[in-house]
């Protein structure tokens, strides 16, 4: 049904934004750090975690309630006493899902907060919400069978590649290599739900694609790569984009905008945060 | 039967203690670390690793002595003359279960007694109890069939990620984000074994759940994550709590716990400790 | 047919030259790292590293065209509009391949060229080519059925055990250890693609091995590791003949390759690489 | 057949004089560290390495030609050419692996030798023979089926995790928490190589036990257990041992053996150690 079509655009489109947001980000981060070695750590930096954290629980928060309430969902009913049955569970499962993430939100804002929690503690819960949604998806059985479950075992091969590479994060953060093998993960994700949501309930209508020809497996297993191909190629695209535009802010405004990050952050933040720090050993353990 | 769920109730109930008492205590070594660095291993810390390892020990011999010898046990008869065949192996599988667990405990206390064992075995011990117990649940086979497979196929992941984190703390000592994790999983198993009992053998009686609705799988699974959300609630409020008792406690105490600890704890302990501790290099490799 | 033993030749004989060159250029590099320790990344060795990016992205671009324009091939023509139905697939899926090796290619150049490109990249690209390929292997289904898969499965053996080892690699840059184990995998690949092609579709004709046999199976396993062993015999053949080629070149040569190295290589490299080190502290971490 | 009970009593009497071997020597390697920290790889130990590495080729040198040549054995005969078929592979089978373990042997005792080989090539050596026993045990299929099957699914939990353990010795080196996983595991293949013979073909005649009773697997899961927890018992009793010997021993005998050691030790072997450690940088990365 069409329902199931925005479903999937939704969720692709929350994967997407995170992407490409980090996709510009991450670049931008490395050259900035490479050319002032010192402040691994700006005040800008922090801010914007705070804002990422915050739209991140958001839209997770946007997420549950369109779940429950958007019009066949079960209103916050787990068990319909009139049939003596389970509800639809499938926006439950969206529901569970989306609180984990919601959780990464509240987690990542406070650790950046001038509350003194430990470092990796807001990567381990983003890579707990991927390792849940992970075993939501390949736990998932629907009535429709085997292409449905194909695609759903795509997903989770994105999905768990991308919680292995956020664990990592845990012990040695600030490794460009492992943000950009994030960034490419949740792209992939992203742009993933776009296509389940075409194959499986198209926009137009339709029974969607024909589950017994086992050429349309084959094909989306190759569809898959070819998804994995275009997130790297976005990513290139808005690395050398981000590069450009870094060189060009650099000539017109030099350092006014460390000035403004300075002038504008928490002078408390900055404290604990510096605190923070030294304590920071054991992430590179 | 009753007598099932009581079991899983202990079961629940000996990994529910071990879980809320790390909720406690790692989130107030956490904080004492930060206070004073330098005294990273202090002397009531390995006081508190002694009687938690005794602590252990008890639990899993007393487990040992109820399986066999509670009720409908094999009162340590492994094979029937009569019958000329097995007995019913199960109080059999929570024996060597618990077997492990108490040589957890053993090596826990012998590991900080004055004796020089190198660091890392309790953790080493505590991490095969771990993948032994996910090995006897992933290979159980019961009568009763695919309701009961899956809950223990959901407990084995709780299981082996504990295990996974543990084994990791044998080379990582003393990470913050390792050991909430590890409690998190705790906590997740104990009350994970509760749901088991109350689904499998509800105490006011009945048959338990309907093994052949599909709903109920997909509940449970969904209901596995809530109790990861459970746990992870648990753990921000005891840490809050213990931050703030903390916080309370040294305004009004100052150093005199400290103090108080050098002056009971074992002179010879010590000693090795300062010994052991140089050699403590591997644990960082 | 005589046309997929071709194919399985073609790609093996890609993975055998890539085998073969590591197999001669690692320990030479080795003995040199330990002949002088000082001059770590030689100016020499990062002409190689491009020249070898340059050569993989031209034979994978090869491989693109010939599995595309190649008498039974797809012609860039993914769905035919006669039969409504996919044309046949299994060019594309071996197109997808080479496309990553083309992109692992290609990040080589990229990253060894003046450009100040994160040092890991080009082992995550590497990586990447190679988990793609496993799980193209994984997923492929042709309508001949279990000797096929079995051979399939074995390879996938080697290309996953290859891609963790450079996966690995991102981090722990320049290990001795590691490069031969990637080495020995390529080895590996490529000889096993040959032995498909021989026993799928022997090159004398006739219909290949008989899948109903089970001996055929278990000597194919046993064959699989008897050409890991042969592998490694090579690379030690090939070890020693490096060593003593190496011997005999610095009693006749001395350091004049080296002051040619340094008199060649572009100075703006020189400058971009020196600048990138220091950065390198991720890659230990 | 006793011919079968013979060859798992020889495989298991070869994999537990290994662990019993090293349930002595590590502990004791770990003592002497202790004592005197500074010559971390004494000459000594280095003789020994030679000399285990050659009783492991000699050892699988006799094991290759028992499976053979012994009464039913193949004779090196692969393909029998008056029934067209394959002969019995298994022999085969526990030639190749053999063949790995020999390989292994040569690696350490080359790798201990006047020759600059990289630390780490012997460990490799050991997890590609564990390995490949791995892959040749999960793949191996007899007539006979589930019990075996299940049995064999044990042995590879065992075989796979000293793999690991041995793997991440490469990299971790003299960690003493890894040689006792990997002893362990050495202990716990050699005895369920014993339990396999006992339980397919009883030494004193007879069916084996019954495939048909799903309490034989259950127990078997359990008793698997067992005989790891007594290997760990072994392990203690072994390691107390040589703790009280070493004691005794340092009163009588001083530094004597030291000086033996130094005055037997080949003089190149010592020089071209002496020149290996400071390379030995990769594997602590």
């Given at each position: 049904m069409p329902s199931s079509f925005i479903g999937n655009a939704l969720r692709g489109t929350f994967f997407l934004i995170f992407g490409l947001w980090w996709s510009v980000k991450y670049p931008l981060k490395y050259l900035r750090r490479k050319a002032n070695?010192?402040?691994?750590?700006s005040y800008g930096t922090q801010r914007l975690e705070v804002l990422e954290g915050t739209v991140k629980a958001f839209f997770a928060l946007a997420g549950i309630l369109a779940e429950q309430?958007?019009?066949?969902?079960?209103?916050?009913?787990?068990?319909?006493p009139e049939t003596h049955s389970w509800t639809d569970l499938t926006p439950w499962h969206y529901t569970t899902m989306y609180l984990f993430f919601l959780l990464s939100g509240v987690v990542e804002v406070v650790s950046h907060s001038p509350l003194k929690l430990p470092l990796g503690l807001d990567r381990l819960a983003l890579a707990i919400a991927l390792l849940i949604e992970g075993l939501l998806f390949c736990s998932h059985d629907y009535s429709e069978a085997a292409l449905d479950s194909h695609l759903r075992g795509l997903l989770a091969i994105g999905i768990f590649a991308g919680a292995l590479c956020t664990l990592l994060e845990v012990f040695i953060r600030d490794h460009f290599v492992l943000e950009l093998f994030r960034t490419s993960s949740f792209l992939l994700q992203g742009s993933w739900f776009w296509q389940m949501g075409f194959v499986l309930s198209p926009p137009w209508g339709?029974?969607?694609?024909?589950?017994?020809?086992r050429g349309n497996f084959v094909f989306l297993t190759m569809c898959f790569c070819w998804h994995y191909a275009g997130a790297l190629a976005v990513m290139a695209v808005n690395s050398v984009a981000s590069h450009c535009c870094n060189e060009s802010c650099q000539l017109k405004f030099g350092d006014i905008d460390v000035e403004l990050d300075c002038g504008l952050c928490i002078r408390k933040g900055k404290g604990s945060r510096g605190a923070l720090l030294p304590e920071g050993g054991p992430d590179d353990k």
């Open positions: 070695a010192d402040d691994a750590a309430f958007a019009p066949p969902g079960p209103h916050m009913l787990l068990y319909s339709g029974p969607g694609w024909d589950p017994t020809d």
